[in-house]
């Protein structure tokens, strides 16, 4: 898959100084960022390291713009045209400020704003607003006469909260336009609220859209008919728990309890953009029955059964006649068939 270009439009940053039992501490740039290979560098990095994690939500933004007030911002700043992208990133930096003292958080970094177009050349592709507390790292560099010195970076691997907006998404209606990473604990919870983004998932679509691609992947890989139906069952038995737990889908996770013998070749289905799939819902647990069981209904009958029995010989399907031959029927299937009348 042929990575996006990705063009940076507007770019600032802020400082976010956060010690454990502190108040949190803005330091606050006056203007934009110098729009340098430096700055694309971060915006792919930031795109490319949020795109591989795969623990994400998506959504809308709330309808309550008082209490979430980005989106009037935002409407503030690209419609009404009356506040600049300075004033925009500060009044997001004040609103991080005082949810990560409410919410007691740890952690501060360097908070990225950044408006991308994703993919397309002369105003085609995608109009992203990003948003992202990154935290630092430090290392040494090379001085101009080879010395060793101190130095502090992004650590890119250290991102504690992103969201990603698609304002062409927000301008069109979409009903979900807003992505942000879920993290664990309060981690990413916190930003959601920052984002004023309410959780927009359809579940059942999202699981029926899984148990199509898991049925393809062990089609595509060739696996003996014992070793599909064992896969199938794992994914089952591991969604089905996800779902009674009300606990979202991480693939990379999925990947690993399901296929542990090359757990990477399903991550990398279940992630690619063809495969359409939105991480992070509750599994649905009716939508996944199909993964181990059949199940029709025709005018005067109805049918169940495990897929298993396609390869025990207790069910067969002939093609060439239409017709489906079960073995093994219970004792009482039997009485009830033997009284009944023939025509």
Same mark, same amino acid.
């Given at each position: 898959? %042929? ?32 729009l340098d290979a430096a700055a694309l560098r971060l915006a792919e990095r930031l795109c490319s390291q949020y ?7 998506? !959504?809308?933004?709330e309808e309550d713009e008082e209490s979430y007030p980005l989106a009037r911002w935002l409407r503030e700043h ?8 300075? !004033?925009?990133?500060?009044a997001f930096a004040e609103r991080v400020q005082a949810l990560t003292d409410a919410e007691e958080l740890e952690?501060? !970094? ?12 002369? @105003? @085609? ?18 001085? @101009? ?23 062409? !998404? ?14 664990? @604990? ?69 990947? %690993? ?35 181990? %069981? ?50």
């Amino acid at each position: 898959m %042929r990575p996006l270009e990705h063009t940076v439009t507007h770019l600032i940053i802020h400082t976010l100084e956060k010690a454990p039992g502190s108040p949190a501490r803005l330091i606050l740039r006056e203007g934009p960022c110098t729009l340098d290979a430096a700055a694309l560098r971060l915006a792919e990095r930031l795109c490319s390291q949020y795109d591989s994690r795969s623990a994400k939500g998506f !959504g809308r933004f709330e309808e309550d713009e008082e209490s979430y007030p980005l989106a009037r911002w935002l409407r503030e700043h690209l419609v009404d045209e009356t506040l600049d992208f300075a !004033g925009l990133s500060r009044a997001f930096a004040e609103r991080v400020q005082a949810l990560t003292d409410a919410e007691e958080l740890e952690e501060g !970094g360097q908070l990225v704003m950044a408006r991308i177009r994703e993919g397309g050349a002369n @105003g @085609g592709g995608t109009d992203c607003l990003w948003l992202a507390l990154i935290g630092e790292a430090e290392g040494v560099r090379i001085g @101009g006469a080879l010395e060793a010195l101190d130095c502090c970076h992004l650590d890119f691997t250290a991102l504690h909260a992103a969201g990603r907006i698609d304002l062409s !998404g927000w301008r069109r209606g979409d009903e979900r336009y807003i992505g942000f990473l879920r993290g664990r @604990g309060k981690g990413g919870m916190w930003f959601k609220n920052a984002l004023g983004c309410s959780d927009v998932m359809v579940a059942l679509q999202e699981t029926k859209k899984l148990g199509a691609t898991l049925d393809r992947f062990v089609d595509t890989e060739g696996l003996a008919p014992a070793t599909r139906d064992a896969v199938l069952e794992r994914a089952h038995d591991y969604l089905d728990t996800l779902g009674e737990a009300g606990a979202p889908v991480v693939f990379e996770e999925l990947a %690993r309890e399901v296929f542990p013998e090359q757990p990477a070749r399903l991550d990398a289905l279940l992630r690619a953009e063809e495969t359409r799939i939105a991480p992070g819902f509750v599994p649905n647990r009716r939508a996944i029955r199909p993964l181990v %069981r059949f199940s029709a209904s025709g005018d005067n009958w109805k049918l169940e059964f495990e897929r298993s029995g396609l390869h025990s010989g207790a069910v067969h399907y002939d093609r060439a006649t239409d017709t489906l031959v079960l073995s093994g029927l219970p004792d009482y299937l039997k009485r009830m068939l033997d009284e009944a009348p023939e025509d």
